[in-house]
């Protein structure tokens, strides 16, 4: 199982950003695909998760209504759309994954991509 995070970037407050997770080595219907992310000096972080099957979606409080979560299982991707973007969202996002799971806590995920630095700054 692998993951690759990209589209990271620097954007200025209230632009928008596209996140993208690639996988191999697995099948994306039976994986659950979260979105986690660390500030410096912070814990990482919850931000969304998509589930299998029919994709249910979580969302940290902090980033609903502005962030949404989508998935290809063809194409074994799924992305992170992030709009109205602040600077406390500036952090290195990861995307992880775990089959069948069904919470959107970094300890249930196993399979780790490595991150991509999102800068929000005027």
């Known amino acids: 199982v692998q993951l690759q995070a990209s589209g990271g970037g620097l954007v200025q407050p209230g632009g928008s950003l596209r996140l993208s997770c690639a996988g191999s080595g697995f099948t994306l219907d039976y994986y659950a695909i979260g979105w986690f992310r660390q500030a410096p000096g912070k814990e990482r972080e919850a931000v969304s998760c998509?589930?299998?099957?029919?994709?249910?979606?979580y969302y940290a409080d902090s980033v609903k209504g502005r962030f949404t979560i989508s998935k290809d299982n063809a194409k074994k991707m799924v992305y992170l759309q992030m709009n109205s973007l602040k600077p406390e969202d500036t952090a290195v996002y990861y995307c992880a994954t775990e089959p069948w799971g069904s919470a959107c806590q970094e300890g249930e995920y196993v399979y780790w991509g490595q991150g991509t630095q999102v800068t929000v700054s005027s």
């Open positions: 998509i589930f299998g099957g029919d994709g249910p979606t």
